[in-house]
Structures are given as structure tokens and as C-alpha cells.
């Protein structure tokens, strides 16, 4: 099946940095979705992005389909921005996660 | 932002009662799914539903059930809770057609 690898597994920086996620994947996939879950569990859908890049203010990403990866950029974090991003993959309908970043963003 | 609800947010019970987590959404999607999450880690699929009256199991072996009587209405029962059943069940929906999961609040379920 498909595997889905996140990096890097934990990320803390300082508010105002710039950070860089990334997510593999091992076969060609029909769309890619990014995942914001919260320190309290909530996860926010943040782009569906099957190829090409999309900006949504501070946060934008990009898919490279042919190459199988897909890179989430923030700017400027803010303390707000901290918790576990995730990329998932389709496959028949159904989700497939990677192990997710955890990002934690120090004022 | 997405309209669908779990209750209890917050479960402690003891071993072997039965329970069952409640999910509702008010969007009219077809598809539902359950999900279980150990804190911080990937998400593992347990069930899902492609319209009702039809329930699925997903990768992760799971002992609990789930039914689909109504579009909007997804619950899971467990018939014997067990502290391996300490997790965060996560509920979510999509429509057909379209690629975009949203996902409930969570239960978060500890089992003494």
C-alpha cells in the first residue's frame, strides 16, 4: 500500500521563524490534504492540495505529484500555530496519515 | 467550519461496561468514518460508511461495532470497554464527489 512519511518528526522554534514540513509518499495519489490538530485534539483541515501551490495567509503548500512529495510552509509562527500537522494521502476513498510533525512554537 | 458533534467529549468508565460514542453531522455527507488516536500519533481507521446501511471495518482490528441507520448518525459501541481501549476516537465525514475530510472534536475515552 502507500506509505506516508512526514519530517521532521519535531520541530521547536522561536515565534516570528519561518518553518519548512514535508511529506513523501510513495505512489501516485489522487489529492494530498494537509491537517492542523490542536493541543486539545481538533484537527482543522488546512489544504487540499493535489498538485500546484495554494496560500492561505501565513501558511501556504506545495505538491510536486510527479516527484511525490508535498512541502507546508509557514511564516512568521505565532504560538497559536503549535501541535501536530499532518499530510494524508487518497487511497480508495480512505485516508492514509503519516506519523505527523510536532510543532511547538515558543513566545 | 465543519458542522459535526461527538459526545462525550470526555469518558472515564470501567472495565467492561458498553458504551457507545456519539456522531452527528448536519452537512448531508454520505461517507463517515471512525478513527482511533493515541496522543500525537497517525491516525488509524477502525470503520467507515459509504451511505446508510453500510458499515465497513478498516485497517485497525477493533472490537467495536458501528451502524448507520440514518444519513446524518454514526455511532460506535463498544460491549466490553478494556484499558486497551484508552484512545481519542475521532469521527469524520466527506461528501462524495469531493476529497475534503472534516473531522468532529473527538472523544477522548479512558477505560480503568
Known amino acids: 500500500g502507500i506509505q506516508v512519511e512526514q519530517s521532521p518528526p519535531d520541530l521547536i522554534l522561536q515565534e516570528g521563524a519561518n518553518s519548512t514540513l514535508r511529506c513523501n509518499f510513495s505512489?501516485?495519489?489522487?489529492?494530498l490534504q494537509w491537517f492542523h490538530q490542536n493541543p486539545w485534539g481538533q484537527l482543522i483541515n488546512l489544504f487540499y492540495?493535489?498538485?500546484?501551490?495554494k496560500q492561505n495567509g501565513r501558511l501556504s503548500a506545495t505538491t510536486v505529484a510527479t516527484e511525490r512529495y508535498s512541502l507546508l510552509y509557514i511564516s512568521s509562527s505565532q504560538t497559536t500555530d503549535s501541535g501536530v500537522y499532518f499530510c494524508a494521502v487518497d487511497s480508495n476513498y480512505q485516508l492514509i496519515w503519516g506519523a505527523g510533525t510536532k510543532l511547538i512554537i515558543k513566545p | 467550519e465543519a458542522d459535526i458533534y461527538q459526545t462525550p467529549r470526555y469518558l472515564v468508565i470501567g472495565t467492561g461496561k458498553k458504551i457507545t460514542l456519539e456522531c452527528s453531522q448536519t452537512m448531508g455527507h454520505d461517507k463517515m468514518y471512525w478513527y482511533q488516536q493515541d496522543p500525537g500519533m497517525e491516525l488509524h481507521l477502525i470503520h467507515y460508511s459509504y451511505g446508510v446501511n453500510s458499515t465497513e471495518k478498516g485497517d485497525l482490528s477493533s472490537e467495536s461495532t458501528v451502524s448507520r441507520i440514518r444519513t446524518e448518525h454514526f455511532p460506535l459501541t463498544l460491549e466490553s470497554a478494556r484499558p486497551s481501549h484508552t484512545s481519542q476516537y475521532l469521527c469524520a465525514s466527506r461528501k462524495t464527489g469531493t476529497y475534503e475530510q472534516y473531522f468532529g472534536p473527538g472523544t477522548r475515552l479512558t477505560v480503568t
Open positions: 492540495i493535489p498538485s500546484g501551490t
Open positions: 505512489d501516485s495519489v489522487n489529492n
